[in-house]
């Protein structure tokens, strides 16, 4: 993991251990008990009245949620952080945070697609248009996208299916110099490999069910601002009533403190993977920005301190029988939808249906990887076996 340090000058790596934690307020216990709770009971009706309690109401918060909320705060350098039910719910709640009845909002063509759909059903209705824009489009170009009424520009970077890397700092001072909240999905990366806030964002969100819980068994969203957008995001967070499960908090703030040793995992095994993939005849190419032969490679290694786990393949030309016989007998790969958890996963995937203002030209079949803590050996061999069945199918070299 990079040893790039956050403010307070720790390491990353302490940072995700120890911040957060109070464990003199959890009688010396090193985690958080999991509050359940609505109500919180007032002394007397003066304490009532003032409000002037540390808790007022379990949607509110409770000290589960804040052990995490300020661990994520301090990673990502930010003002403050609330929790969601959902890294969905959290990406929702950033543009409700920004946008207003009748504005327009740029969003890159690469994002993840529940995202897009968010875009279109629910902005779309209160009179707020999205335009799509390529992730590769050079600044001048996303300038001239910017209208009176723009209220956000919404981005991933890699794009989380496809792995173009969008230019952040050169996207953010567009965004900064016209006075336009720049918010970004930074689920790939997490604040261990890129830090938005840092490179111009003002708002980063991440699907905490991915890496942060890291082990599939939660749902969970988070959202961190700058100073500038924090009171913004924190009153439109309360009015919503996006209240979490405690259990899934709990499970998040325990995942986040191992989430630099897992990552470091993730990074090495899928790196190791991806570069034995880049020279099998059945893939035509290997779509991660952390290999030299990435287009985005050089932006990668400018601004991203490491790589996650999670990269696409583009198969050399073949039928859906061939896609099948790969995917459907591996033994260690999950067909599943989400990523981040400690298990290696498969999916195929198609975007060429709904993306607007690009065209994802795939030669042949594109298939998308989660590469887990298993041993790599093991992994190679499953997707080796794979790759021939792929072939007696009927898929290309
Ligand atoms: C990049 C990205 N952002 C957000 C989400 C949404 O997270 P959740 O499934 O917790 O709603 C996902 C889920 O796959 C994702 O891949």
Redesign the pocket.
């Known amino acids: 993991m990079s040893d790039k340090k956050n403010s307070a000058e720790k390491g990353l790596g302490t940072t995700v251990v120890r911040s957060g934690r109070k464990t003199e307020e959890y009688f010396g216990f090193v985690n958080p008990p999991v509050y359940h709770g609505s109500t919180v009971l007032y002394p007397d009706v003066a304490t009532l009245k003032s409000r002037k309690v540390r808790y007022t109401y379990g949607r509110r918060g409770n000290p589960t949620a804040e052990a995490l909320e300020d661990a994520l705060t301090e990673l990502d350098g930010g003002a403050g952080t609330v929790l969601t039910?959902?890294?969905?719910?959290?990406?929702a709640l950033a543009f409700m945070s920004v946008v207003r009845a009748n504005g327009h909002v740029l969003v890159a063509d690469n994002?993840?697609h529940?995202?897009r759909h968010f875009c279109d059903t629910v902005l779309k209705p209160l009179g707020i248009e999205t335009t799509y824009f390529d992730p590769l489009l050079a600044s001048d170009g996303l300038k001239t996208l910017i209208r009176d009424n723009t209220q956000a520009i919404f981005f991933?970077s890699p794009g989380?299916?496809t792995f173009e890397m969008l230019d952040v700092p050169a996207v953010t001072a567009i965004a900064n110099d016209a006075d336009i909240p720049a918010i970004m999905?930074n689920?790939?990366a997490t604040p261990l490999f890129f830090r938005p806030l840092e490179h111009g964002a003002d708002i980063a969100?991440?699907?905490?069910?991915?890496y942060t819980g890291g082990h599939s068994d939660i749902?969970?969203?988070t959202v961190t601002a700058n100073a500038k957008l924090w009171k913004d995001l924190h009153n439109t967070w309360g009015s919503m009533g996006l209240a979490s499960s405690p259990d899934d908090i709990y499970l998040g703030q325990r995942g986040l403190r191992t989430m630099h040793v897992r990552l470091d995992r993730h990074m090495a095994s899928a790196l190791e993977i991806a570069r034995w993939l880049e020279t099998r005849p059945e893939v035509s190419r290997v779509l991660h920005p952390g290999l030299e032969s990435h287009p985005g490679h050089a932006i990668w290694k400018r601004d991203f301190t490491g790589s996650s786990g999670?990269f696409s393949l583009v198969m050399q030309p073949g039928p859906d029988e061939a896609v099948a016989a790969f995917l459907d007998h591996l033994a260690y790969f999950g067909l599943g939808?989400?990523?981040?958890g400690y298990e290696s996963l498969a999916i195929p995937f198609d975007c060429s249906s709904y993306r607007t203002a690009t065209k994802f030209e795939a030669e042949g079949p594109a298939i998308r990887l989660h590469i887990g803590l298993e041993d790599v050996a093991d992994l190679k061999a499953d997707l080796e076996a794979g790759l021939e069945r792929w072939r007696n199918a009927g898929g290309g070299v």
Do not use: F, H, N, R
Not at 85 to 91: D, F, N, R, W
């Open positions: 039910s959902s890294g969905l719910a959290a990406i994002v993840y529940p995202t991933e989380s299916q999905d689920t790939w969100v991440y699907a905490g069910t991915k749902m969970l969203g999670l939808y989400s990523w981040g």
